[in-house]
């Protein structure tokens, strides 16, 4: 499976933006996909993750704020973003889970990993 991410860009402190994941293949059997993220000098961290059933899992500092959807159709997850706050910059990764792993928020879990878009908020 090959990710691209895209819809990163620079936006104003409590501004908007829809990320986009979209798979060379089909999605429909892939367990878990998330979103990470990683700003400069800081470990890369789960910002949320879905699994195929919908269930969805959020970091703590995005709660109410972000929404992480897949569409198996489209073979495409999204993680819309409002109320963005310039602790949110950092380069964001989308990753599938590795085949026969559950929910995990460590990133070693993950097998495959987009190229990453980067999202600059400013104040």
């Known amino acids: 499976v090959q990710l691209q991410a895209s819809g990163g860009g620079l936006v104003q402190a409590g501004g908007s933006l829809r990320l986009s994941c979209a798979a060379s293949g089909s999605i429909f059997s892939i367990n878990v996909m998330g979103w990470y993220r990683q700003a400069p000098g800081k470990e890369r961290e789960l910002v949320a993750h879905i699994t195929s059933g919908g269930t969805t899992n959020y970091a703590d500092s995005v709660k109410g704020r972000f929404t992480i959807a897949r569409d198996n159709a489209k073979n495409t997850m999204y993680l819309q973003m409002n109320s963005l706050k310039p602790g949110d910059t950092a380069v964001y990764y989308c990753?599938?889970?590795?085949?026969?792993?559950?929910?995990?928020?460590?990133?070693?879990?993950?097998?495959?990993w987009g190229q990453g878009t980067q999202v600059t908020v400013s104040s």
């Open positions: 990753a599938t889970v590795r085949l026969g792993y559950g929910s995990s928020r460590n990133p070693n879990d993950y097998e495959y």
